[in-house]
């Protein structure tokens, strides 16, 4: 009866078409940090559904209708400090799976396009955390966006879409808001979905350091092991949304500046401090590099032992966002924009 | 005929009824009006609606007003500056601004109790997964 019903489903569904081989380090903690991003990301879309049930886009509501889910809504919290702590954590995996692609050359022939997909998966992704910095609409949520908008100006007419000028009566936040919950998720999935085909097309790579091919497992299994992994992401997520509750201001004074962007973004505060149009420069020129890797880097090597300026890039790109990162946390302002 | 009568009745007591629950309060407070402002952009419909309550500290919907002082009723000409001079008014005493942070959640949160039973689940569906590894 049962084997039945599973062939009744596998002939209409199509599952044997996820019947096939895969390299068996594809089951290891580095080989699935895609994964566990993207289910960090399920998570994400799930929460934050569930949150859109409770949010006013509107710059007069926005942070009271929080303080009210926080405060006053049954499991409020809990529901937004999911939101938050997955967003975390996709940030963390997101960041260690790039550098294991770059540390096993997996972004060379014929993978250079799903690098390429991969970096704008990344940017969605920073933007849809941008985005939910601002929506929250305390002191942090206002500076950013103040920078942001500074920024835009900048670019004159290039910068015009993304200011209130484009579109005069609507709030900003409003706008804000349908790309956090709308524009940015579509395209971000539709990119995802063909991150997983090309990952299927190409095939999952094989060990820089292998002499032969690699032993195969069932593509199932793997599905099996993401799905272990998966809920220890979860897990993760739970634990910390119950025991540290994300941060969240009162409603923004405006004019002042007194606040330091998420760690995500400090980075680039510290930066900002050396010399203030490196908000303009900084990200399109990290961009421009990243988008840049499979086209300069035509070693055909892919063991790091045998890529020594490939590492000492590594190397010196994480060290320097690292110290920006902690010199950003521990300076303070010394300019105004 | 009977049957009309008990229609028109029954529609006259529905109306009655309606006039009776709605007139119920004679000293009706008169229509606060909603300060109108200058801006189509900031006018927000049905303040007195608001489950939150109405503003009354500032509205950080003036968001991209030149002046710090924020205030609810935006003067008719004042342009719309979209970057932030934000030391203009250095002179003025600044408020002070509590930056967020992470905190320690309160066990007296609503639904605590669930939450750590939902986490529960998600340690047991983890664990179980991890000793039996089905599939795998």
Redesign the interface.
């Known amino acids: 009866m049962a084997n039945g019903l599973t062939k009744i489903l596998q002939d209409r569904l199509g599952i044997h078409l996820l019947d096939y081989d895969i390299p068996e380090h594809s089951?290891s903690i580095k080989y699935s940090l895609g994964g566990m991003t993207l289910s960090s990301f399920g998570l994400l879309l799930i929460s934050g559904i569930l949150l859109a049930q409770f949010f006013i886009p509107?710059?007069?509501?926005a942070?009271?209708?929080l303080?009210?889910l926080t405060d006053?809504?049954?499991?409020?919290?809990?529901l937004r400090?999911i939101h938050f702590w997955a967003g975390e954590v996709l940030t963390v995996t997101m960041t260690l799976h790039v550098i294991r692609v770059f540390f096993t050359a997996s972004y060379k022939n014929p993978r250079e396009i799903n690098w390429l997909i991969g970096i704008g998966i990344m940017l969605m992704m920073v933007t849809l955390l941008f985005t939910g910095t601002v929506l929250k609409?305390?002191?942090?949520a206002?500076e950013a966006?103040?920078h942001f908008?500074?920024v835009?100006?900048q670019m004159g007419v290039f910068g015009l879409p993304l200011?209130?000028?484009f579109a005069?009566?609507?709030?900003?936040l409003n706008r804000i808001y349908m790309a956090h919950i709308s524009l940015l998720p579509i395209i971000a999935i539709m990119m995802i979905g063909l991150h997983l085909f090309y990952i299927k097309y190409h095939k999952l790579s094989q060990l820089p350091d292998a002499t032969k091919p690699a032993k195969n497992i069932p593509f199932?299994?793997h599905?099996?092991?993401l799905?272990?992994s998966g809920?220890?992401i979860?897990?993760l997520i739970?634990?910390l949304?119950?025991?540290?509750?994300?941060?969240?201001?009162?409603?923004?004074?405006?004019?002042?500046?007194?606040?330091?962007p998420p760690w995500q973004f400090v980075w680039i505060y510290a930066l900002e401090n050396v010399w203030v149009p490196f908000l303009i420069v900084a990200p399109p020129v990290i961009v421009g590099f990243l988008v840049a890797i499979p086209i300069v880097d035509q070693n055909k090597q892919r063991y790091w032992k045998k890529r020594p300026l490939a590492m000492i890039v590594l190397i010196g790109f994480i060290a320097t966002f690292a110290g920006l990162i902690i010199w950003g946390t521990i300076t303070t302002m010394t300019h105004?924009? | 005929m009977k049957l009309f009568s008990l229609l028109t009745a029954a529609i006259f007591i529905f109306v009655a009824q309606n006039a009776i629950a709605h007139s119920g309060h004679k000293e009706e407070s008169p229509p606060v009006p909603i300060a109108e402002s200058s801006?189509?952009?900031?006018a927000?419909e049905e303040k007195e609606s608001?489950?939150?309550?109405g503003?009354g500290?500032?509205?950080?919907?003036?968001?991209?007003?030149q002046?710090?002082v924020?205030s609810d009723k935006p003067a008719a000409n004042e342009s719309?500056k979209?970057?932030?001079?934000?030391?203009?008014?250095a002179d003025h005493k600044?408020?002070e601004?509590?930056?967020?942070?992470?905190?320690?959640?309160e066990t007296s949160?609503?639904?605590y109790g669930?939450?750590?039973g939902?986490?529960l689940c998600?340690?047991l569906?983890?664990a179980g997964?991890?000793f039996i590894?089905?599939?795998?």
């Open positions: 089951n509107d710059p007069e509501r942070n009271r209708s303080q009210y006053q809504v049954y499991l409020g919290w809990f400090g609409w305390d002191q942090e206002y966006l103040a908008l500074w835009a100006d200011t209130e000028a005069q009566g609507v709030p900003l199932m299994k599905m099996a092991y799905r272990r809920s220890g979860f897990l739970c634990l949304a119950l025991t540290l509750s994300p941060p969240l201001g009162e409603e923004p004074i405006l004019g002042l500046e007194v606040t330091k105004s924009m | 801006d189509p952009m900031y927000t608001d489950p939150f309550g503003s500290l500032f509205s950080p919907s003036d968001l991209f007003m002046d710090e924020v719309m979209t970057e932030g001079s934000h030391n203009e008014n600044m408020p601004v509590e930056s967020a942070k992470i905190k320690a959640v949160s609503k639904g669930i939450a750590a939902i986490t998600a340690g569906l983890f997964l991890t590894r089905p599939g795998e």
